[in-house]
């Protein structure tokens, strides 16, 4: 899977344009991520020297990202005739969600288990998945 990951607020704490503390369990879940296969792209508005040290400080835990503000490898742009600045994920961590931020523990079984939020919170209330309604057409 193709994840976006939005930078402060998600990954570290807000302190614009300084970049702040690690959120809890965020690079470990990071790492986890791309063992597990998954192509992780850095999308921040952070630009310059600002996201050159973004990308450093995750580099430096370990932490090399697909691609960074961009969807593709720089060297396709000019062979893709449809480029387009729209960045194809599947799935997009960002701090601004409706409902705000999981924690990095859920975020991680979520895509881990490749279940939706709503039925993690119906396992988290029930102690397991709620069976799926019928439909008025089944008996």
């Known amino acids: 899977m193709t994840i976006a990951v939005d930078f402060d607020g998600t990954i570290v ?6 970049i702040g503390k ?12 791309i063992k597990d ?10 630009e310059g020297k600002l996201l050159d040290e973004a990308v450093e400080w ?18 396709e742009k000019d062979k ?17 969600n409706v409902g705000g931020l999981p ?3 859920t975020i991680y079984q979520l895509i881990s288990r490749k279940i939706s939020y709503e039925e993690y919170l119906s396992e988290a209330q029930y102690g397991s ?3 799926p309604k019928k439909k008025w057409w089944k008996f």
């Not at 704490?13 to 300084?18: D, F, I, K, L, Q």
């Not at 690690?22 to 991520?33: D, G, Y």
């Not at 995750?58 to 060297?75: H, L, M, P, W």
């Not at 893709?80 to 601004?96: E, G, L, T, V, Y």
């Open 13 to 18: 704490e807000h302190r614009y344009p300084e």
């Open 22 to 33: 690690e959120r809890p369990f965020a690079v470990a879940t990071l790492k986890q991520l």
């Open 37 to 46: 296969g998954h192509k992780l792209i850095l999308w921040t508005v952070r």
């Open 58 to 75: 995750c580099k430096s835990r370990g932490i090399t990202f697909y691609a960074v503000n961009q969807d593709y490898d720089e060297d």
């Open 80 to 96: 893709n005739p449809h480029f387009s600045r729209k960045i194809k994920a599947q799935m997009f961590i960002d701090d601004c």
């Open 103 to 105: 924690d990095w523990g």
């Open 129 to 131: 998945p709620q069976p």
